[in-house]
């Protein structure tokens, strides 16, 4: 499965904003003393990124391995028995202490969780998660951050103001010292991290952090195609003129029946995909467009505007944009007829299936996008890592005590083809799961120990994989990924650092959210695109561009 909040969420994705992403801390210029250097830098500081070296995991049997970069590792199957990735216990039996994101219910106590006591005789620690809700994750950090106690690790959102002020200001270690170059391959399950994430999560040529594995695709669209038949659209629609046919036609088949429900980010960026709209901001020539300033911006959501106007909308689109779980009941229930979420989602949770049993002769397939004018789409990938895993600067100023931390990561970094890997994501057979088809684990039901699992084992450390009861399933997910991979692009400001972003990011995104909303409704005439452009700049839009171009120019 792809292990991260992406898919373990069930609602449709969501991508932060990203104008001001990754502002980052340094720690005091500390001596070494011999063995591990000490992390030693000052924000912004650094003329080079020292690139840690990459090493790639040992194969195992059954694995599929793109050579597309951003793809996941695909299993056909599980090695049996599983490899070791790590010798000896990482850990001295002290305390670990970290903060990292629960998105259910809390864990039962130590006492009672077979999961955590697990936990700390594999890893060799007194493990003392602070384990945030992720609705309360930007108040938690902050709480956390003003107290001044910072923990071991620390799972961080870059493009979080509060998390950009205390990086910069020194709370979490810049790591060069330790993992750059061939100094990484000490920690061989960090060194597996594949090269462009430290290039994309590195700030200012700085190292603050173990990348969160993100897909540069994460979202596999699936539509009807027994009503694009009906429609008579056979394979599928290859431009905006045949997606608008089958939108608004399934819309016409029956009562109370859609093309799309809500107007989620995720019908958004495929939209935007189709008419080539730039990922946040385009680089041309050197100088950076925002993509609402963009003629492909205007055309998309003028057709937007035209998908709506002609029915293809739920009603209630507006709303159900942000209920992931609603707007996938209605698809599930044959209510609409596009949806977009995980791999896991359709495979792993069997969304797929339930279309089908819930709603007789329903062929749910996956729908590549389109160009507008039939030629080449461009998706938007996303940053290729999702947060990084941080060390507070404070256990970093101990050379002994990193490197223990880094051991620790190294387990827990473990992949999931391994005896450690699959502790950590799946449990203790028998306690927590027990093996389906393909040897896949299925949690026991009518049991808390699952729930513990799952509110302990995310790190943002474990590496994602696609593994599923089919087979078939893993190939088809990585064959669709890397088709949209191959016609996605990239925010050309990943990585650079904007300081008034911390301030302003939210206010622009509400902005384009009310004024984009507003125009595709129709409650805003489509002339009001020219005001979003004008309140955009002046409401902190300029000022975030002009600290982006500045950094953009230090770095080429």
């Not at 790639?56 to 028995?81: F, I, N, W």
């Amino acid at each position: 499965m792809i292990v991260s909040p992406r898919s373990l969420s069930s609602r449709p994705l969501t991508r932060r904003s990203l104008l001001g992403v990754t502002a980052t801390a340094a720690v005091s210029t500390v001596s070494a003393c011999g063995g591990t250097t000490k992390p030693s830098s000052t924000f912004g500081g650094r003329s080079a990124l020292d690139l840690p070296a990459h090493v790639d995991p040992p194969p195992v049997p059954g694995a599929l391995v793109s050579d597309v970069p951003g793809v996941p590792v695909g299993l056909t199957e599980m090695p049996e028995p599983l490899p070791r990735s790590t010798s000896g216990t990482p850990g001295s039996g002290g305390p670990f202490t970290t903060f990292q994101v629960n998105w259910g219910s809390p864990p039962r106590p130590l006492k009672q969780n077979e999961y955590w006591q697990a936990f700390n005789k594999r890893v060799g620690v007194d493990y003392q998660p602070t384990l945030v809700p992720a609705d309360a994750y930007e108040t938690k950090l902050a709480t956390m951050l003003s107290g001044g106690s910072v923990p071991d690790m620390v799972f961080l959102h870059t493009d979080s103001a509060n998390a950009q002020r205390a990086i910069k200001d020194g709370a979490f270690a810049e790591l060069s010292s330790v993992l750059g170059g061939d100094k990484i391959k000490k920690y061989p399950n960090i060194a597996a991290v594949p090269t462009y994430q430290w290039e994309v999560s590195a700030v200012n040529n700085g190292i603050y952090g173990v990348p969160v594995d993100l897909a540069y695709v994460n979202a596999l669209h699936v539509y009807r195609r027994d009503w694009a038949r009906s429609i008579g659209l056979e394979n599928g629609p290859q431009n905006a003129d045949e997606f608008y046919t089958l939108m608004t036609e399934m819309s016409k088949l029956r009562q109370d029946q859609y093309g799309f429900g809500g107007y989620s980010d995720g019908v958004a960026a495929y939209l935007n995909a189709a008419f080539r709209v730039p990922n946040n901001w385009s680089n041309t020539g050197g100088k950076l467009i925002n993509a609402i300033e963009t003629d492909e911006f205007e055309a998309a959501l003028e057709y937007t505007r035209r998908l709506w106007k002609g029915g293809a909308f739920h009603p209630d689109a507006l709303s159900l944009g942000s209920k992931g779980a609603e707007d996938r009941a209605l698809f599930d229930s044959g209510v609409t007829g596009w949806q977009v979420a995980s791999a896991d989602n359709w495979y792993l949770a069997g969304a797929l299936n339930a279309v089908r049993v819930k709603n007789k002769g329903a062929e749910p397939e996956l729908l590549m996008p389109f160009g507008h004018d039939g030629g080449k789409f461009a998706y938007p990938a996303s940053p290729g890592f999702y947060a990084v895993v941080a060390i507070s600067a404070s256990a970093a100023e101990n050379e002994d005590r990193l490197d223990e931390i880094l051991r620790i990561f190294n387990y827990l970094r473990a992949p999931i083809p391994s005896e450690e890997g699959f502790f950590l994501r799946y449990g203790i057979e028998g306690v927590h799961f027990t093996y389906g088809k393909n040897r896949v684990p299925v949690s026991i039901p009518d049991s808390p120990a699952p729930a513990d699992r799952d509110a302990m084992f995310y790190t943002g450390l474990v590496p994602g994989v696609l593994y599923y009861p089919d087979p078939s399933d893993v190939k088809a997910s990585i064959d669709y990924t890397e088709a949209v991979t191959k016609q996605s692009v990239k925010d050309p400001t990943v990585g650079l650092y904007a300081a008034s972003s911390a301030d302003s990011s939210a206010k622009l995104d509400q902005l384009r959210a009310d004024y984009v909303n507003g125009i595709v409704s129709g409650r805003r005439p489509a002339g009001d695109l020219r005001k979003l452009r004008a309140d955009w700049k002046m409401q902190g839009g300029d000022k975030v561009r002009s600290e982006l171009q500045t950094a953009l120019e230090k770095v080429r």
